[in-house]
């Protein structure tokens, strides 16, 4: 079992900050989450950093030792890149990194500018987490690549656009007292079903918007923690790491995602637990589809299954599984290698009651999982975080 | 101390490969290096990717899943990276990976397209591994920077154009009999004199080429390796990684490079040797004087002696501590994302015997080491080898 406290998070809010860098937008989130920790920075090992396209937006490569030396540092440093899932994974290895005994404290996190590309720079540089030879030059985008995963979907279980825009109502109506979020704007069923159309059967509002910013999260062993009297209310018990085809004409079927049950799997395992232990979840829905190709993905619903649970009001912040109590990619925003890690954070907010959402979660509430997915679902990563006690 | 199995090993040549794309050339490297070690692509657990500017040369980001597909997989990978560190640290986390007891078979390599840019793309391309705000619109390049910390060298300890010439003049030499090496071209001290400058103090051959290639590595657990009944001749033993700070003006000095030293005590700690013990050297040579700084940073030898070493003869074939046998950035080439992993690759082929240049080790050498660096050595590795008993 993996036994990493989440000691601090840190995260800018997510929207549009033409003003600032990425330099600027992760030093903001890790000093932060490092005060957060109560952790000087001198005593952090490592650096695990998650980004996208920072070599298009900010011509920047190599940004492991440039974030470093943001927080202050100079230690050793590297960027993980996996498309949507970069953060994820940089919380993935960071966890391994004092698993494995080589790393007490670790910072692990992720940016994104993407608003200085504008909407066809950004749509260009999203392009390049699919299969540039055989899928971005056939004309596949990532709207039209969920969209094709959705109609899958519909055909092998049923499912409509009304039932999409259930999920898009729910999530802008978590982010409106989440001042971090992008979208902070009520939508009804009414209004997402009116919306133009970007890709059948999406209309604009099955999309999560285009963002910058950045989150961070520090984390520690238990031996560091005790050693400085550290408290944490949160654990990272649980890691998993899937992967499947790049291209989705390479997959037997459109309409499930095993690189997220893989993960979920994995971490599921490692924590010791079921997906019914799972109090809320924040999953990754870039696509409002993408949500529910989570949730079965995740063990939450069995496959057709997922696809009314929003309308049926289940996950719901009132109801049996809060989804995405953060206003999720969709209304809290997407900047992308930022995306895993601010997930991680939400979740560990949710549970130990700081976030602007927490009066939704059960008091009861022990567990919470995070699930970050890059591309087409070709990478996932799943955490599972339960309160410590 | 680590202790994983170095299995196998794959590499296409070094050079320009306009009608190869990364996918293909990858999987020319990887499926070599399974075929190496005797490994089934269904035993791998997870690929650890390095590539540096792919989003740019070949439009292709999320480059883990697309490269684990050229191999027939859909496991776990990620793409790590840090410049021209970038597959140096993929092995690092590698190793990594198998020493937590997470994973048994392992993938690390890397690759980079980078010929198809043309020089200036290329050159644009690599300034990306500087900062970009700071260093490059103040007009720094890496021919620049890296003349810079030549000047602040010899300002210190002095030194002369004619001693990085005989570096060069080495590597060259011992790439002729390598069919991998980009450059196979024997030259002078002369002619490295008297070729054009290109930033002073470096002529045209103080610079290694830019390149196209490939290289994998198949890292196994011992538990793996006995329960297959599988050999290995060389295994890793020691694993070390460094950070600096990203821009050259925020260093107290341009005459060392502290990442390396930082990497290569980090390693010698792990494997339980010391410089001394150590037979052959493969270093990060991208400029002749990028050997100096990392014989240095390794603990060959003292600030401001390594200048000589080449010059003497010490670092020849035929001398003490023969370095880069196979050729080096310098002669062997350098495509970015493929060269740490490449480099390792020839220090397990050297002490097996299997390389070309293996006769010029010593019948009873049985440690030697790997360094890449990042950037201006803001990100460095160092691996330990050594020959299994």
Redesign the interface.
């Known amino acids: 079992m993996s036994q990493v406290h989440l000691a601090g998070t840190g995260m800018t809010s997510f929207g549009s900050h033409p003003g600032r860098?990425g330099?600027d937008m992760f030093a903001s989130a890790g000093l932060e989450a490092l005060e957060d920790a109560g952790v000087p920075a001198a005593d952090v090992d490592?650096l695990f950093y998650g980004n996208?396209?920072g070599?298009?937006s900010?011509?920047?490569?190599?940004q492991?030792?440039?974030m470093?030396?943001a927080l202050g540092t100079?230690?050793?440093?590297?960027?993980?890149?996996?498309?949507c899932a970069s953060s994820g994974?940089a919380v993935h290895?960071a966890v391994?990194?004092i698993?494995?005994g080589?790393a007490d404290v670790v910072v692990a996190g992720g940016m994104e500018r993407m608003t200085n590309m504008g909407t066809a720079g950004a749509t260009d540089g999203l392009?390049?987490?699919?299969?540039?030879?055989y899928e971005?030059r056939s004309g596949v985008t990532f709207p039209g690549a969920y969209a094709l995963m959705a109609r899958a979907y519909f055909d092998e279980y049923g499912g409509t656009h009304e039932d999409l825009a259930h999920i898009a109502v729910k999530n802008h109506d978590n982010a409106l007292v989440n001042d971090h979020a992008h979208l902070q704007q009520e939508i009804t069923v009414a209004e997402a079903l009116e919306a133009p159309e970007i890709a059948a059967p999406f209309g604009l509002y099955d999309a999560c918007p285009i963002s910058d910013g950045a989150a961070a999260l520090v984390l520690m062993s238990p031996a560091y923690a005790a050693e400085h009297d550290l408290e944490a209310g949160v654990a990272i018990t649980g890691a998993g790491?899937?992967?499947?085809?790049?291209a989705l004409h390479?997959r037997p079927t459109l309409s499930r995602t095993p690189?997220t049950r893989?993960?979920a799997e994995a971490a599921y395992d490692d924590a010791s637990i079921d997906p019914d232990d799972v109090a809320i979840a924040e999953v990754h829905d870039c696509f409002t589809i993408a949500e529910v190709f989570a949730l079965e993905a995740l063990g939450m619903y069995r496959g057709g299954k997922a696809i009314g649970a929003a309308r049926r009001g289940e996950t719901r912040r009132d109801g049996e599984l809060p989804v995405n109590l953060s206003g999720g990619l969709k209304a809290k925003g997407h900047p992308v290698g930022a995306t895993g890690a601010a997930q991680v954070a939400a979740v560990a907010t949710l549970l130990d009651g700081s976030h602007p959402r927490a009066g939704a979660v059960a008091d009861d509430a022990t567990i919470g999982v995070a699930q970050n997915a890059?591309?087409t679902v070709?990478?996932a990563t799943v955490h599972v975080l339960e309160v410590m006690e």
Do not use: C, N, W, Y
């Open positions: 860098t330099r490592e996208f396209v070599t298009l900010e011509r920047q490569g190599h492991g030792p440039l470093a030396e100079t230690v050793p440093s590297r960027r993980i890149e996996s498309a994974l290895d391994r990194a698993g494995s080589d392009a390049r987490a699919a299969d540039d030879l971005v790491h899937g992967g499947d085809t790049m390479d690189a893989e993960a890059g591309g070709a990478s």
